[in-house]
């Protein structure tokens, strides 16, 4: 992991340094300590003064990848911290952890002195666990949303989000999504052209706002089970940019016009014509979040005719403009704003 686990007071600050303290335990998820410690230490090369450090209660943690991590203790985490993150782990880390009433007294009083705490994933229980979640919305890996609810019936829990935010407390879905939150986080404190500029050194292709479902339109179809139609989503997801007919779909699937619209009217309770255009706007809405792309080329990479085209359609879909879209979700430059 980058940075250091220790901190060293002969270390120099100004006011824009801002400590980052991730607590790590053994059974913890890598990813979600190391995707956003990268962000933050990325974002270092653009002029902010992130100081990543590590905590855990015995200054060694083994994550459920089998690398043994070494850490600073609880008790060496500088003061002031500015972010303190908990990541997720496995059911019996969390419950491990859960029950480490040294832990939980360190994390109760580091969260009321830091500026922002944030959970990745499963990390939410322990936020739940010393009351943080008591009367606020929050979100965690989908598949644990239920079992959150159930155990911290004081939170407003939604296993739809990437990520919420309520006062200064984070929660988030989980593993990439913490690199989501992380980058957002950059954008509030050092603006969004920054965010990008480290989007782009991770090769990330979009900065996703926390709204965006957890589950994307593509993975939601290709879920279905069965079917004759199996293949059909990832061969559309592969010509989204092409002009596409019915006839075309069922020449691909080997079947007669007439059976190929029973079958999706089946499998996708929705025509072809349809189905064709929830994939072609839901990949406009994350390539909205790009925002060196005109709103031309948008529609052009998802197989419209032209920017007036799929400006009626997405209005129509999600009830807004691609514009006021990108506005709300992808905090784009008044350049570009101007420019479509």
Not at 14 to 38: H, K, Q, W, Y
Not at 111 to 121: D, E, F, G
Not at 307 to 336: D, N, V
Request: with cysteine.
């Amino acid at each position: 992991m980058p940075a250091s686990g220790r901190y060293d007071k002969t270390m120099s600050s100004s006011a824009n340094t801002r400590n980052i303290v991730f607590v790590l335990f053994d059974g913890m998820l890598l990813l979600d300590a190391a995707g956003p410690a990268e962000v933050f230490s990325t974002a270092n090369m653009f002029g902010c003064d992130y100081r990543i450090h590590y905590a855990s209660v015995t200054g060694q943690v083994t994550p459920r990848a089998g690398l043994k991590v070494t850490t600073g203790t609880m008790e060496q985490a500088p003061r002031p911290i500015h972010t303190l993150f908990i990541p997720g782990g496995t059911r019996s880390s969390i419950e491990a952890a859960a029950s480490d009433e040294r832990l939980l007294a360190w994390l109760e009083t580091a969260s009321k002195q830091a500026t922002r705490v944030v959970s990745i994933c499963t990390g939410a229980f322990l936020l739940g666990r010393i009351g943080l979640l008591d009367g606020r919305r929050a979100t965690t890996h989908w598949a644990s949303a239920k079992t959150l609810a159930a155990a911290f019936p004081k939170a407003r829990i939604d296993g739809e989000e990437l990520f919420v935010e309520d006062g200064k407390v984070w929660t988030s879905a989980g593993a990439a999504t913490g690199i989501d939150l992380s980058l957002t986080l950059v954008a509030r404190d050092a603006g969004p052209d920054v965010a990008l500029k480290v989007a782009r050194a991770l090769v990330l292709h979009l900065v996703r706002p926390g709204s965006q479902s957890q589950f994307s339109a593509p993975l939601a179809y290709q879920a279905r089970k069965g079917g004759e139609l199996s293949r059909l989503v990832p061969w559309l997801e592969g010509r989204l940019d092409q002009p596409t007919t019915v006839a075309d779909m069922a020449d691909a699937m080997g079947m007669s016009d007439r059976s190929f619209y029973r079958h999706c009217l089946s499998e996708f309770d929705m025509p072809p014509a349809r189905l064709l255009s929830e994939l072609r706007l839901d990949r406009a809405r994350l390539l909205l979040g790009d925002v060196s792309l005109p709103i031309s080329a948008v529609a052009h990479r998802t197989g419209f005719a032209d920017a007036a085209s799929f400006t009626k359609a997405f209005g129509q879909r999600y009830g807004m403009t691609p514009s006021a879209y990108r506005r709300a979700f992808a905090e784009p430059k008044k350049s570009m704003e101007a420019a479509e």
